[in-house]
């Protein structure tokens, strides 16, 4: 039993379709050369036929003439000695038999035999002449029997096509055989010639085209052809060319719109100085601590902070060694921080600090004291050596407030206070 995907393959149908061809022009062929053999023998037994008519006219007409009807079984037995006379019979002018035979069943035709031998014992000759007419296939010459212009009698001969039938079945085998083989060397080299210029490069295409499709996109069909395959494998190649450079170029234009959106989310959530959180940001990773603070019964702080005298460098150096100080004062702030702490630039020298998950006041303090103590290293900015201070006010949840807006005004004051100090 076939393989499903043999049965399915484009090489097996195309294997189907050439052998439905070939076997049928065998047939074709067969047929055509079985009629035109048959035509020939049946010309040739009629010749034969004629002539052994002629042969038995030639010597009956003087013992017609005499009705010397002992003489005439003498010719008519030695004409059905011939294997293929069925029957002679001889009559005269008026139509009335004269002598007849019909072939010995012992050494005719088996076909011949058995309808013969099959007959009642006391069948008249016309029975059994009629009977091998319908049921044996007898050609039957009619032959006049003339002296000088007068036709004197006739000679009916029959003749078995058993012989002929047999040759057509002999041609008929040899021919289907012979047909077999030819047809066997032509299928087989079709099949051989069409899988290395068709079919190989068919079944290519369908694999390269399964690798293009699992993302290999420098799938490529290398393999010898000529013709239309050789246009069609080129054209599928430049295809798969076109393909990939548009799936990448798509793939670029999305990477390049993912960071366009990811420069826009910064953007919206980050400050364009520092890279620290802005104030949106800042509102809603407070509003989570907060949540968390009240669910698992922790403590949040909240933390202003601003640069002492800050107007001062703007003022005296410019503001561009001010953006520098607020950077590196934003990396000294994120160093300082624990692990889930967050500090945000709401603008200016200003900024925020979140502390979450707080066990006591005491860890804010000390993460306060840690930021302080930051500070008290000089800032070198270019050729200027800058040493600032930091005021830090801080409002604890829920002593100093519950929500976002009165914890920040809080801590406000109490940076303001310390500020005073």
Do not use: C
């Not at 006379?85 to 008026?94: F, K, T």
């Not at 019909?102 to 016309?126: E, F, G, Q």
């Not at 798509?250 to 959530?269: F, G, P, S, T, V």
């Amino acid at each position: 039993m076939f393989n499903k995907k043999l049965r399915q393959s484009i090489g097996f149908k195309f294997l189907i379709i050439v052998s439905a061809i070939l076997l049928a022009s065998t047939v074709v062929i067969s047929t055509l050369i079985a009629i035109n053999e048959r035509a020939m023998l049946h010309y040739s037994l009629i010749n034969k036929g004629n002539g052994i008519a002629s042969y038995i006219t030639k010597l009956s007409k003087d013992p017609l003439v005499i009705k010397d009807r002992i003489e005439l079984d003498i010719i008519v037995n030695q004409a059905i000695k011939d294997e293929e006379v069925l029957y002679a019979v001889i009559r005269d002018a008026s139509g009335n038999l004269l002598t007849s035979q019909y072939a010995s069943i012992d050494y005719r035709w088996p076909r011949v035999r058995n309808i013969v031998s099959a007959l009642p014992k006391d069948s008249k000759l016309k029975d059994i002449i009629a009977t091998m007419k319908t049921q044996a296939g007898v050609i039957e010459i009619f032959t006049p029997i003339t002296s000088d212009t007068d036709t004197i009698g006739k000679v009916t001969l029959g003749l078995s096509e058993h012989k002929i039938n047999q040759q057509v079945v002999k041609t008929i085998m040899l021919i289907v055989v012979l047909n077999l083989v030819i047809m066997f060397i032509v299928g087989a080299g079709l099949f051989i010639a069409s899988k290395k210029l068709i079919l190989d490069p068919i079944a290519e295409l369908v694999h390269a085209t399964i690798r293009f499709a699992k993302g290999d996109l420098t799938t490529r069909v290398e393999i010898k052809t000529t013709g239309e395959m050789l246009v069609l494998v080129e054209s599928f190649n430049q295809m798969m060319e076109d393909l990939g450079k548009a799936i990448v170029s798509n793939e670029n234009e999305l990477a390049e719109r993912k960071r366009a959106e990811e420069k826009i989310r910064q953007m919206a959530y980050h400050d364009s100085l520092t890279g620290l959180p802005n104030r949106k940001l800042f509102s809603d990773r407070l509003g989570i601590a907060l949540a968390q603070a009240q669910r698992n019964q922790k403590g949040v702080a909240v933390s202003m902070l601003d640069l002492d005298k800050f107007k001062n460098v703007n003022d005296t150096l410019g503001h561009d060694v001010g953006d520098v100080l607020l950077k590196a004062a934003a990396e000294r702030l994120s160093a300082a921080l624990r692990k889930g702490d967050t500090v945000a630039r709401f603008g200016g020298d200003e900024f925020v600090l979140i502390f979450p998950d707080l066990k006591g006041t005491e860890d804010v303090i000390r993460v306060a004291q840690k930021i302080i103590d930051s500070f008290r290293k000089p800032f070198l900015i270019d050729t200027h050596q800058l040493v600032v201070t930091a005021s830090i006010g801080i409002a604890v949840y829920s002593d100093d407030g519950i929500d976002e807006g009165v914890l920040l005004k809080n801590a406000d004051i109490a940076m303001y206070q310390a500020k005073q100090t």
